[in-house]
């Protein structure tokens, strides 16, 4: 972020405003044309190989490829994207979001040319968009068909699950664009991650201790009322009880022979 941060104020703030919704413009447009002729949505996908023989507009279409047939289900789609995009680009400004968004780009891109007779979407790139909003806004309430509220953490959880369970089953284009689609939210979000992990480290190991104190001090049996020792913290001191203090109070060995005698008042 600091590398963004100095580029940033190197170029200044420009960028293409309102990217999100220029993108799914273009995705609502490909989906009306595919519904009145679905071969044509094969010509939008990113597919290097032919790319390399000359249909280089596919570098670029791919992107306004429409995520799903169902009408319903490409509604919420684009409702949520857009929300979430708008969002990013209001919390980062104009031209972090470009840049968030054209790093994933290139990346996926760059990684499809692996496998170059493999064809290449959009999606996990756009997923990428919400697991920097599901991280910035981890107790968002989305509610599902506007209806079911789920926290979005859990979501972004199932989301990951699912990155792990194609990075072990899946085909290698698959593997290679999960790659490039979370390199930019890495790129972001490492020295958050970083924190995170930190503070969650010295959280459990404070609650540790704290367990571990609390169950030294019932567990212990002996306890000196001077200076606090018990058989647990010092196994080798010796400890006596004295008949002459009033309630007979526990001393270690170097303390009772120099106690004074507590009496009653």
């Known amino acids: 972020m600091r590398f963004l941060n100095r580029l940033e104020r190197r170029f200044g703030s420009g960028g293409i405003p309102n990217l999100t919704l220029i993108l799914i413009l273009a995705q609502v447009s490909v989906y009306i044309i595919s519904r009145a002729q679905p071969q044509l949505l094969e010509a939008f996908y990113l597919v290097p190989a032919l790319v390399l023989q000359g249909q280089v507009w596919r570098l670029i279409s791919f992107l306004a490829v429409p995520p799903v047939t169902n009408p319903i289900f490409a509604f919420f789609f684009?409702?949520?994207?857009?929300l979430m995009g708008n969002s990013l680009e209001?919390?980062?400004?104009?031209?972090?979001?470009?840049?968030?968004?054209?790093i994933g780009y290139l990346a996926t891109v760059a990684v499809s040319f692996i496998i170059p007779g493999a064809a290449s979407s959009n999606a996990f790139l756009q997923g990428s968009v919400f697991l920097a909003f599901a991280f910035l806004n981890p107790d968002f309430l989305l509610y599902i068909f506007f209806i079911l509220p789920l926290k979005i953490k859990w979501l972004a959880l199932l989301t990951w699950l699912s990155y792990a369970y194609i990075m072990i089953f899946g085909e290698w284009i698959q593997r290679l664009l999960i790659i490039a689609s979370i390199l930019n939210f890495l790129l972001f979000f490492w020295d958050d991650i970083k924190e995170r992990i930190a503070t969650g480290r010295r959280h459990m190991s404070g609650q540790a201790r704290s367990f571990s104190q609390t169950k030294y001090e019932k567990q212990a049996f002996h306890r000196c009322v001077v200076c606090g020792k018990t058989d647990l913290s010092d196994p080798d001191a010796e400890f006596r009880y004295c008949t002459q203090c009033a309630?007979?109070?526990?001393?270690?060995i170097d303390d009772l022979q120099k106690h004074e005698h507590?009496?009653?008042?």
Do not use: V
């Not at 684009?78 to 857009?82: N, P, S």
């Not at 309630?247 to 270690?252: D, E, F, K, L, S």
């Open 78 to 82: 684009w409702y949520l994207f857009y």
């Open 90 to 102: 209001h919390y980062w400004g104009t031209f972090q979001y470009n840049m968030y968004l054209l």
């Open 247 to 252: 309630g007979t109070p526990c001393y270690c």
């Open 262 to 265: 507590i009496r009653t008042a």
